[in-house]
């Protein structure tokens, strides 16, 4: 570093020199050995000569009269308030000899160690991670194995390595008073950069200190490659930024796992009374900052936040909702399965029952699913319901038991003439009871969520039926961590609702990204409707009574539950792909069992089936 | 045309990666409803979306009849449900609501009800990575307020938020903000809570719970969603501890798998990573890592998958399969803390199954230390634990299991304790620590087992338990019994009274603490030459049938062969062999079985032999039959 401060003159006489090699078209480093100054002070010497002319070259006298004190602080300040508001005039962020040029320019000699000294002062300078932890032999772990795997890739692709993160100063910024907060990042061999700015409140300024870091040096005319090591919050976490950074070739982004070491600054005395919207103060500054010395590597990559979750099979990231909300159905289906005696899966066709069976499959693999399942035919399914559950069953090799109400086909009972409670009742709810009692299963796995409808908020994964299979309120067990009491009597019988926890964006969220096939009334197609009470209901077939001048029309639709088609509403649709499905739920202010007409037969009518045993 | 749908399907294909791709969090609101709880649930599923139309209508027309907020929108009804809901009465009352943002899926456990507060907070708590503490403004940091913020410390969640509702009641003042925190922070110091974030708030007028509030821009901190959106998750944190998977289910298909299927509690497992097996303390090394995906590479914490070893050895349920470097301890006693949850209260003695990871076990509740006063904090002694009373209770369990203390490791240092005759789940807790620090010595697996060691002998080793009143011929007939199986060239070793008193229990006197662990020392060791293959027999009063059953509790199935040997009263009296009941009529011998103290009879003994009607030799004899029909003996080869 050079520390010797030269006298204006001889220092002027080395700048216009600079800036005639550097007309004479020379190359910077060459100039640079010759005149003995930096590049970036040629640069900016360069540049001062073509806005001002030869005499805007020259910098005024250095150093300060002996005991004018006053200058000095009235430099430093001109300083400061340059070093935090505004970024330096090259394409570069701040450096000490960029800001060590700035005092030139102010007229000053200010020396790069003295420079050194500001900064400090002004809580400027970072603590050089990399340092610390090469010295403190700290996170070795992470310095061995990821940071040894990042460097080596830098190498090869000529990236500059910068450890980097965010930081509070000591000094106000002058528009809104607050503390100024800087980016900053540092070579492994500690040249230092600094830009004042705040990623999560400005993001131009996280982006432009990047871009500056990257802007191509003079015998070069491509970006540089970086690779960042950053300490901190991640700033991934904000869309754009994470956008940002993935669109950013030549910037590989890593996320260190251990947070600045530095204490938190004390604001808490601060009193504010300017209102800029910029200000950051926090009120809490213990607050999410939990230090965890042994905390695995969080490592990125480059990898994008666009991969299937199914093709990540060797992260270390934290698991997606998805990936939990599997696991956590796995989890009961196999507790329950180590306990049952004689379990039984309910498959009822639809969405829900599509994902179950997938989860079932995938929890006993490579093993079948040691359960049959059961469907409770009502009769009045969709005929696309029928034939898609027939192929389903042949895919699977499960064995399908079907079971329908024998006394409720023989008294006749149908949707039409007995309306929808009845017919529920008798062919559902009296249909399931029979089989169960029939077959001796002890555990049912059903496809119902809590998100389905307001009563369900309050029930258990595992839910518990007397004898009689009813739902008794007061005798439902508390779950708690992920155990479950599958403990019955012999006679009493348990629901057991793997999917409590999924609503049903995570349903269609699942189904797209594992491919789930589902039934094609759920995609839209020209059907033949009928419109009743405000409702679209599908004639499926020739049984379905027609009112007086009421003839089916040709409708595009698609249906977001699926049961009996008589009770079952249609929505006007053009989504005939999951994305097209999961794009127009997105939109759509309706909730999902807005079409099932069963729903709507008096005030907490699920309530009352829910007890008599309906699912 | 074809250009507009392309941009349409990349947006959605944007959109859908980004959603595919949030991680999860969970949380539980508490607070009463005075405090704005519902109001603040019912604004955050509004400002997320999370609520349809039809709800909202249906909400809309409510508020007008029944709300309390004029024209707006009451959001509290949003939470609070149908008025049958609400009447129906369940016990245990926690209902959960989901909501989205960009960044994170919400799971929110919401436990209303003040009186059965404790066990509803703690199920919520249970599973919750972040609380939300609310306090009213007006009345700042309140017993309950305390009460919540311990009951999530006991559960261990590492993240508290302070949400100051009601802020504009006390017009935005930041003095009355700082004054709570203030006497917030002077309440946390008794509590172990690490990390506490105090946010002002107006729910009603959703001040700073999605926006920043311009009415109190003297608050710089976060707005309640951006923390909850990027507030670290526990599940990323287990991901850094040692490796844990207790084995739920063995997957069997055919006999060339052989499947250990679990979820990761811990930490991360990659083929060839060294493991062992808790609590029998066998070693392996993990072979492939099972999906239906196709084989894994490494598999962290919350996957559920199924391991391959590569060698075969005996797992079952129950187990946990962890790290050879820090392994899961294995202990049949703990300090545990539990919380009460059924009416009928608990009482030390009684014994209750209890479930650990997905381990079963007998447990008995040995001793109350204290019981925990939640609204105080003091520890008051206690006799019983009522309904949703916190306890430090020492338990003891009839078998070793695999666990972790509860604060390296929540889901392998949790139990619930389960009623054995309603089935009930009545109580939840946590391990705190191993007693008598047994969970240092990790059982030492040999390869010569009790198995090789008995087939050597032609016998199937056991414990031949006499019982019987004094005098009844107990250890008369057990010496000719012995006398015949060495005859046959069985090996055997007989442990009378009067031999193991002069050594082993030389310490113990005749006090009812000392008998039982004369009883407890008897069976160990003839748990000990079982397992050495011998054929064991022990003549000893025992007459409580507690003894008998802990006796029979260390042994396997079948190793335990209960001889009753009957006599009634009177005939024992007249035969009087060493004169004993005599100075028992005679006052010189106190708690003398039979005379002032109980003899309990086995209910059903594997043996039983009358001494009244059948001699000594009959009853020896019958008792060899009975041995060789069990296959206890076999027919020895020449």
Redesign the interface.
Known sequence: MNTDSPSSTPLNERRRLAVKLRLEGHKLKEISKLVDLSSPTIIAAHKQFIAGGWDAVNVNPRGRPIGDRAATTKLAEQLKTQALNKPPATNSPWTLALLSEASEDLGAQTSIRSIGKYIDEWDLNSTNLYKQCKEAGRQNDWLNTHYADISSTARKHNAVTYWAGTNTSSCRCTQSN?LQKYIYAHTTRGKYYWLAGDYATDVERFIDFFNRLASPTDNQSDNTSLTIIWQG?DPR?N?QLSQWLEQSQHISFHQHPELPSQAPKNVNEEI?EN?S?R??????T?????Q?N???P?ESNNDS??????QR????M??????????ES??IM??V??EADKPVMLYSIGKDSAVMLHLA????????PPFPLLHVDTGWKFQAMYDFRDKVVKDSGLQLITHTNAEGVERGVNPFTHGSALHTDIMKTQGLRQALDKHGFDVAFGGAR??EE??R??ERVLSFRTEQHRWD???????????Y?T???KGESIRAFPL??W?E??IW?YI??QQIPVVPLYFAAERPMVLRDGTWIMVDDDRMPMNMGEVPMMKRVRFRTLGCYPLTGAIESSATTV??V??EM?A????ER?GRMIDHDG??SM?KKKQEGYF | MVAANEVI?KD??K??????????LRLITCGSVDDGKSTLLGRLLFESKAL?????RAVKSDSKKHGTQGDDIDFALLVD?????RE???????????F?T????F?VA?TPGHEQYT?NM??GA??ADVAIVLVDARKGVLEQTKRHAYLASLTGI??IVLAINKMDLVKYSENTFDGI?ESFNEFSKLINV?????IPLSALLADNVTT?SINM??????TLLS?L?????D???S??KPFRLPV??V???NLD?R?F???IASG?VKPGDAIRIQPSGKTSTIERI?????D???A?A???V?LTLTDQIDIS?GDIISTTETPASSANQFESTIVW?TEEPMLPGRQY?L??G?STSTATITDIKFEINVNTLEQNAAKNLEINNIGNCNINLDRQIAFDNYDDN??TG???L?DRIS???VG?GTLNFALRRSQNIHMQAVDVDKEVRSKMKTQKSCVLWFTGLSGSGKSTIANLVEKKLTQEGRHTYLLDGDNVRHGLNKDLGFTDADRVENIRRIGEVARLMVDSGLIVLTAFISPFRAERQMARNLLEENEFLEVFVETPLAIAEERDPKGLYKKARQGDLKNFTGIDSPYEQPKSPEILVDTSNMSAEQCAEQIIRILRERGVITELKD
């Open positions: 607050t919050q976490l869309t504010n209102t919207e200000s950051v103060r926090t009120k809490n213990a607050a999410p900052t939990t965890q042994n905390t695995t969080q936040p666009g991969l299937p979750t199914k099979n060797t992260n270390t934290p698991l997606t909702h998805l990936q939990r909300l599997e696991a796995i989890h196999r507790e399965i180590a499959q995938k929890a006993f693999y490579p093993a079948k809590r998100d307001m009563s908020a309050k309120p007061k005798n439902q067990r508390p779950e708690l961590w992920n155990l009491n403990k019955i009597k409590s926890n609503t964006l995570d969220q797209h990204q994305p097209e999961i794009t997105l759509s202010n309706q909730s807005q005030a907490a309530e | 399907k959605i294909q959109h859908l990666d980004l959603h595919e791709n949030k991680d999860m349809n139309e039809d709800q909202l449900g149908l008025a049958a809901e129906q009465g369940i016990t245990i009352d926690v209902a959960y609501r989901y989205n960009d960044k994170r899926k799971i919401d066990r703690i199920t249970s599973t590492r993240n925190v690490d990390n506490v974030t105090a920043r821009p003297w608050y710089h901190g976060t923390y959106e990027t507030v670290k998750v599940g990323e944190l991901l850094s739920q289910w997957n069997r298909p798998f499947g299927a679990g979820t991360s099972v999906t239906q995906d196709g894994l590479e490494q962290v919350g996957q559920a199924t349920r949850m199954l479930k650990c997905t929540h889901t949790s139990f619930i389960i089935n009930e789940t939840a």
